[in-house]
């Protein structure tokens, strides 16, 4: 789990808190935040940077999962899918007739419920825009789809 910040304290509760710290497959990062993502036709890795040591790692993972909360740290992502007006990803049915064309999306079809307004790139959970903004709608996005999740 990476965080930008110093910890969790200010943005969780202590329960919650507590339950991952005594998850013996979580591995909090603190300082952390993402840098780059990998992957031609789905994700294949990430690369995170620590803000104080100025460390990077590379992993291969094939999911991200981003908790922005009201706030959504996107604006790496404007001009790549896009946002509504407060920084949010729209995706699938808020996506409009006219964002897609500005999109030059190429398909057909219209995105489906997580995708964003580029062609197998997914959104899930608190990044996007006008959803109930839960980990679990995160979730079952990923068991629905093979692309990854946005951060």
């Known amino acids: 789990m990476l965080v930008r910040g110093p910890g969790l304290t200010d943005t969780m509760s202590k329960c ?3 339950r991952i710290e005594q998850t013996p497959n979580i591995s909090l990062l603190t300082h952390t935040e993402i840098v780059s993502l990998r992957g031609v036709d789905h994700l294949e890795g990430v690369t995170w940077r620590n803000s104080e040591s100025g460390k990077t790692e590379e ?9 922005t909360g009201a706030h959504p740290n996107t604006g790496w ?5 896009v946002l509504d007006n407060k920084g949010f990803i729209k995706t699938g049915p808020d996506l409009s007739s006219e964002e897609l064309t500005g999109a030059q999306w190429p398909l057909t079809r219209r995105p489906y419920l997580l995708e964003s307004s580029v062609p197998g790139v997914f959104a899930a959970g608190d990044v996007r825009g006008d ?3 839960r980990v679990a709608s995160a979730a079952k996005g990923r068991s629905r789809s093979r692309s990854f999740t946005k951060y």
Do not use: E, Q
């Open 77 to 81: 992502l404007n001009g790549c899918v």
């Open 131 to 133: 959803n109930v903004k």
């Open 59 to 67: 992993k291969t993972i094939a999911h991200v999962f981003v908790m």
């Open 16 to 18: 919650l808190i507590r």
